[in-house]
């Protein structure tokens, strides 16, 4: 099969475009064939050796932790799923190995639930890393409620655009920072934009005076240190970018009814998820380079398998 390789640790100029073998299919994996998979900022951090202190590589290494497409074979103890049905998959593994970035791929049934029905490819990889982050913060971490207010840094990036809908879909408030050309984009889904900078604490309490019930940030640069004054006394915090006292750090955890809830909100209509861009699994490298660039729409880039 075709597949996302790197030998050694390095940007994206290190992935490779080759022929592997097809992965192995033990008693308790499904076998999948790959229809899209997902970029995150890990993929990239751990591909340059950033978390070489905390995970192994077994080169060569096929990056990628999102994934979506179609069971082609189930393992002998795999009732949960059978050839044909439609999955998506966080497949993150504690050794840099078999990722997503291939043709096909193998890992245990508790990593999938089924496919969204009404996303498309493309919508449906992009969803588990970022959803499950995002679903963790506001659920777990900040226990949004009904009437709250929240106010999401990089509200309009792959997880503060889910962040902030699922939010809204528990009845909060939510304002969002973002740059000035992403701030169309928060209004359609219901987000209140302000501006990054000097102006954000008195943007912020103009539309919410008293100060913000929870906060959630998504883009490190320090803006933790607002938090006394975007809050109100106790203002619950939580970040996937940085850290300060009385901030709680997230990191996505599998979880099948975690993400089982994600596809069910996108089914209601709930949760949209925004896609910046698409491209073929051959053109990774390109992929990479886009997503570290930055200067994409609002959303998550991915990779399209053919076949």
């Known amino acids: 099969m075709k597949a996302i390789i790197y030998r050694q640790y390095g940007g994206p100029e290190v992935l490779e475009f080759t022929e592997v073998p097809e992965p192995k299919l033990s008693q308790t994996n499904v076998l999948i064939r790959v229809k899209a998979a997902a970029l995150n900022p890990a993929d990239h951090v751990l591909q340059e050796g950033l978390g070489d202190s905390i995970m192994d590589a077994w080169f060569p290494v096929i990056p990628g932790w999102d994934v979506a497409g179609i069971v082609e074979h189930a393992g002998a103890g795999v009732s949960e799923f059978v050839p044909g049905d ?39 990889a992009a969803l588990p890393l970022a959803g499950l982050t995002a679903y963790q913060a506001i659920v777990d971490a900040l226990n949004i409620r009904e009437g709250e207010t929240l106010l999401i840094h990089g509200a309009s990036g792959g997880v503060g655009s889910i962040a902030a809908q ?12 973002a740059s000035e050309s992403n701030h169309s984009y928060l209004r359609s889904i219901g ?23 929870a906060i959630f940030d998504c883009v490190g640069r320090g803006v933790l240190s607002l938090n006394a004054q975007l809050g109100r006394a106790g203002v619950r915090a939580c970040s996937i970018a940085g850290a300060a006292p009385d901030t709680k750090t997230v990191f996505a955890r599998a979880n099948q009814q975690d993400l089982m809830k994600l596809v ?30 930055g200067r994409n729409a609002p959303g998550k880039v991915v990779l399209e398998v053919d076949g």
Request: without cysteine; neutral net charge; proline residues 5%.
């Open 166 to 177: 699922i939010a809204l879909s528990r009845g909060a408030k939510v304002v969002g920072s």
């Open 264 to 293: 069910e909100l996108v089914e209601s209509g709930a949760l949209v998820v925004p896609i910046a861009a698409t491209y073929p699994l051959a053109n990774a490298a390109i992929a990479q380079q886009a997503l570290r660039n």
């Open 191 to 213: 987000v209140e934009p302000v501006v990054y900078g000097d102006r954000l604490v008195e943007d912020v309490r103009k539309i919410i005076p008293s100060g913000v019930d």
């Open 86 to 124: 439609e999955v998506i998959g966080f497949v993150r593994e504690e050794i840099l190995r078999h990722g997503t970035y291939a043709e096909k791929v193998s890992a245990g049934v508790s990593s999938f639930v089924r496919k969204p029905r009404n996303a498309t490819w493309a919508h449906a």
